[in-house]
C-alpha cells in the first residue's frame, strides 16, 4: 500500500526515520521542520515552520498541503525535551515553552485539519513511556506527554472517521538522547533514570531512528482495531 503521509518534526531523528521509510515505501511524504529535510529519493514535499510560533503554523500548512484532498496518516512527532530538572527549579515559563511544541502545536494542526477539512484516515501523536511513569526530573516533558496522551483521547471524540493514537515509539538513538547520555548536560546522580538509557545506548534497546520508524510503520496496520484515542507503546507490542 501507498499513501500520503504528514510528517512533523522530519529533519532529524525519529522523523526523518519515518520520511526514509515511507518514501522507500513509495508514499508521498510531505514534511514540516525548523531545518528542512532533503537529499532524499522519491516524493517529499517540505516545508520550514517554527511550530512554536502559533501564526506560523496555518499558513505553513495550507502551502504544504494545497492541492491535497487526503491524508491516509498523519505522524504527529515534532518534540523537544525541555530540560531535565527538578519541577521546583522549572519556571512556569518553561513548562509553557515545552508544552507550546508538545501540546499546542499539535492541537493547532488537528484544528487546521479539522476546520480546512482535509479528511486524514489516522493521527499517529509520538508520546512516551514519561507519559505515564513520572521519573525525577522529567517535569517538563513528562507533563506534556502526559497531556498529549489526554489531548489524543479528547479529540478521538471529533475526529470520528479517523483512528487517533498515541503512541511511545521505545526508546530512539537521537539528537534527544545526546542530552539525556551526556554526563556532562544531564547528571544521572541526582537522576538515576538516565542510568537506564545511558545503558542501553549502543544496544538493541535503543535502535536508530530509521530502524524504529521501520519498525513502526510495519506495526501500525495490525493497530486498526485499537479504539481511537488509544495509548500504544511499542513496547508492550
Ligand atoms: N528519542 C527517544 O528515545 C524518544 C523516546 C520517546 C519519545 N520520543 C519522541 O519522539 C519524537 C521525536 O524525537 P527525536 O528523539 O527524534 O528527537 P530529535 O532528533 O531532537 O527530533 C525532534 C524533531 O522535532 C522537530 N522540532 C522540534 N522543535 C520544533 C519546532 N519548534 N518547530 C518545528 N519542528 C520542531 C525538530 O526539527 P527542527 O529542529 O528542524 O525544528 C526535529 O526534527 C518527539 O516527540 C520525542 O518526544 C523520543
Redesign the pocket.
Known amino acids: 500500500m501507498t499513501g500520503r503521509v504528514l510528517v512533523?518534526?522530519?529533519?532529524?531523528?525519529?522523523?526523518?526515520?519515518f520520511t526514509e521509510a515511507y518514501l522507500q515505501r513509495g508514499w508521498q511524504v510531505y514534511g514540516?521542520?525548523?531545518?528542512?529535510?532533503d537529499g532524499l529519493d522519491g516524493e517529499l514535499h517540505d516545508v520550514?515552520?517554527?511550530?512554536?510560533?502559533a501564526d506560523a503554523i496555518a499558513p505553513a500548512l495550507a502551502r504544504l498541503l494545497d492541492g491535497v484532498e487526503r491524508l491516509d496518516l498523519a505522524i504527529?512527532?515534532?518534540?523537544?525535551?525541555g530540560p531535565i530538572r527538578d519541577l521546583a527549579a522549572t519556571p512556569v515559563a518553561t513548562l509553557e515553552e515545552v508544552m507550546?511544541?508538545?501540546v499546542w502545536?499539535n492541537k493547532r494542526i488537528l484544528d487546521w485539519l479539522l476546520a480546512r477539512p482535509l479528511p486524514v484516515d489516522r493521527v499517529v501523536l509520538?508520546?512516551?513511556?514519561?507519559a505515564v511513569v513520572g521519573h525525577r526530573g522529567w517535569g517538563a516533558?513528562a507533563l506534556?506527554?502526559a497531556t498529549l496522551n489526554m489531548l489524543t483521547q479528547l479529540y478521538a471524540h471529533e475526529f470520528p472517521d479517523s483512528q487517533l493514537l498515541a503512541l511511545?515509539?521505545?526508546?530512539?538513538?537521537?539528537?534527544?538522547?545526546?542530552e539525556?547520555c551526556d554526563p556532562a548536560r544531564t547528571d544521572a546522580t541526582r537522576f538515576p533514570s538516565l542510568e537506564r538509557?545511558r545503558a542501553a545506548r549502543g544496544s538493541a534497546a535503543?535502535p536508530d531512528?530509521r530502524a524504529?520508524a521501520e519498525r513502526i510503520a510495519d506495526l501500525l496496520p495490525t493497530l486498526q482495531e485499537r479504539p481511537s484515542g488509544s495509548f500504544v507503546d511499542v513496547r508492550d507490542l
Open positions: 512533523t518534526g522530519n529533519s532529524s531523528g525519529l522523523g526523518r526515520g514540516v521542520s525548523r531545518r528542512g529535510c520550514t515552520c517554527d511550530l512554536g510560533d504527529l512527532n515534532a518534540g523537544v525535551l507550546t511544541v508538545n502545536a509520538i508520546s512516551s513511556g514519561a516533558y506534556s506527554k511511545a515509539p521505545g526508546l530512539v538513538d537521537t539528537e534527544m538522547q545526546d539525556l538509557l535503543m531512528p524504529a
